[in-house]
């Protein structure tokens, strides 16, 4: 009966030894899979939050000051070809009127 005992010790101790030694390697493992992720993310080029952030708003702010200035000068053209038009009527009409 004393030799089953050393025995089932004996295996016990292997497996103790044996969950031990992966407990070890898991955790060697991790540490090498973050630092490796650390270094990726460090030679990327990636912005900060926050910085994405501040150019985010201000290419929002940026597209609607485009869009206003758009509409600000198609009613500038608009403007400007009235008067054209007016003054080709006119002078349109004042060669008919003296041509009769």
Same mark, same amino acid.
């Given at each position: 009966m004393q030799t089953s005992n050393r025995l089932l010790d004996d295996l016990a101790k292997v497996a103790?030894?044996?969950v031990s030694t992966l407990v070890g390697v898991k955790d060697e493992i991790e540490a090498l899979v973050r630092q490796r992720v650390d270094k990726l993310l460090t030679d990327s080029d990636l912005v900060p939050r926050e910085e994405f952030e501040v150019v985010k708003a201000m290419?929002?702010?940026?597209?609607?000051?485009?869009?206003?200035?758009? @509409?600000?000068?198609?009613?500038?053209?608009?403007?400007?070809? @009235?008067?054209?038009?007016r003054a080709a009527k006119s002078k349109s009409n004042a060669k008919t009127n003296t041509a009769k």
């Open positions: 103790n030894g044996a290419v929002v702010e940026a597209r609607s000051e485009q869009e206003r200035l758009s @509409k600000r000068l198609a009613a500038l053209e608009n403007a400007a070809t @009235k008067p054209r038009r």
